[in-house]
Nanobody, 111 residues
Framework: QVQLVESGGGLVQAGGSLKLSCATSGRILIFGVMGWYRQAPGKQRELVAT???????SYADFAQGRFAISRDNARNTLNLQMNSLKPEDTAVYYCNKGQLWGQGTQVTVSS
């Protein structure tokens, strides 16, 4: 059974915005830490942002001030609002909970 399903990726020009969403179960969403990761071709997967069950958030330096992680308990989704996108943000973005990973959604930022 697929437990994490990302959506919202696409092609956007530099300076633009995208909102990613990760559909999951309420139990997965609200208990413990969830996060967004990203991986560009030929590079290591890196942490983008995390959110705790209590709502505390943490961001990678490159995401701080531009990205916002949140959860929507009513819709059972983990979200990532990305603003002021840069070409270097181009990557596959993954939703994560412990050992669970989504299939990823491609974000491409053109210059």
């Amino acid at each position: 059974q697929v437990q994490l399903v990302e959506s919202g990726g696409g092609l956007v020009q530099a300076g633009g915005s995208l909102k990613l969403s990760c559909a999951t179960s309420g139990r997965i969403l609200i208990f413990g830490v969830m996060g967004w990761y990203r991986q560009a071709p030929g590079k290591q997967r890196e942490l983008v942002a995390t959110i705790t069950g209590g709502g505390g958030t943490s961001y990678a330096d490159f995401a701080q001030g531009r990205f916002a992680i949140s959860r929507d308990n009513a819709r059972n989704t983990l979200n990532l609002q990305m603003n002021s996108l840069k070409p270097e943000d181009t990557a596959v973005y993954y939703c994560n909970k412990g050992q669970l990973w989504g299939q990823g959604t491609q974000v491409t930022v053109s210059s």
